[in-house]
Each structure stands twice: as C-alpha cells, then as structure tokens.
C-alpha cells in the first residue's frame, strides 16, 4: 500500500518574532524553509544547507541554531526570532563598519550578533571571534564584523 504522507503531518505553533504562528509540518521539514517560503519570510538565508556556514542562524529561545538543522515539529512552542524582527538601529553598527560586503552571510551574523548584544557576559569568557566562528563570512576578513559586533554592545552598555 502506497504511503500516504500527509498522515504524518504534525500542527506546531510556535512564536515567530513576537507573533504565534501555525503551520502543518512533515517530519522531514526544516525551519529555514518553513520560515522563508510557509511563511514567506526571505531574510533568513540558505548557505551550505548542512550547519556548517551560519547564513542561515535564527534565535531560538534566545540562542543562535542553524535553521537548516532544525526539524520544525521540534520549535512547537518554542521562540524564534529572525533578522526581520530587528530594527534598522539594532542593524545599523555592524553596516557602518564594514561587516557587511555580498550580504550572504549577513542575516546570519545579524542574529548571533544580537544574541551577544543582549548578553555581553559571554564575552568575558570568549571573545567576539570565538563566539562568531559559527557564521563563515568569505569577503570581510572579520574585522568589519568584529568592530560592527563591539559597537553594538558598547551601545547596549553605554560603553
Ligand atoms: S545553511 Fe545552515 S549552516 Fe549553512
Ligand atoms: S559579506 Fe559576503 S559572505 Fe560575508
């Protein structure tokens, strides 16, 4: 008997960027597809498809995670946030300094920068490099990144 997929299509609700969404999602569904085309939210972008360039980084439940990675059935009422939720200040450091070239990995890094903004202790323990090695960038060489991340959190601390 042929298998019938929709069977195993499974309902999550999660919050998306302060909103409650629901979709119907198969098993092998990932967050980055149901985000950008279920629903149509393109800033989040596709890199290697395999966890290992960070273009594709959302918050989840605060914490950066590869979306390419991530089955949706597992965010059910979870939190996820995109570079969509951001204002244009909360972007605007890291376009001044340079971190930004082809804008590939720009989206990505957008997001772990965030997560670091609200969370400048991390950066007791690892610096920005460290925490950022996760989001590849093949055209800045880092240093626009690593400035446009300290001016960030200099804003947040009134540094
Ligand atoms: S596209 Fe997800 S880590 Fe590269
Ligand atoms: S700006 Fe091109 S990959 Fe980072």
């Known amino acids: 008997m042929a298998h019938d997929a929709r069977e195993d299509t499974?309902?999550?609700e999660f919050t998306l960027n302060g909103k409650v969404v629901s979709v119907e999602a198969q098993p092998a569904d990932r967050l980055l597809d149901t985000i950008r085309y279920g629903l149509a939210l393109p800033g989040t972008k596709?890199?290697?498809g395999e966890g290992e360039c960070g273009s594709c980084t959302v918050l989840l439940d605060g914490l950066p995670a590869n979306s390419c990675?991530?089955?949706?059935y597992q965010v059910r009422g979870r939190t996820v946030e995109t570079v969509e939720s951001l204002s244009e200040e909360d972007v605007a450091p890291l376009l001044r300094t340079g971190?930004?070239?082809?804008?590939?990995?720009?989206?990505?890094v957008v997001?772990?920068?965030?997560w670091i903004r609200r969370h400048?202790?991390?950066l007791e323990a690892q610096g920005i490099r460290a925490l950022m090695a996760g989001n590849l960038c093949r055209c800045t060489g880092y240093d626009g990144i690593v400035e446009g991340v300290e001016a960030l959190v200099a804003r947040e601390t009134g540094g």
């Open 111 to 114: 997001m772990t920068a965030t």
């Open 46 to 48: 596709e890199g290697c």
């Open 99 to 108: 971190a930004t070239q082809c804008g590939a990995c720009t989206p990505g």
């Open 69 to 72: 990675l991530v089955p949706t």
């Open 120 to 122: 400048p202790e991390v």
């Open 10 to 12: 499974v309902h999550v």
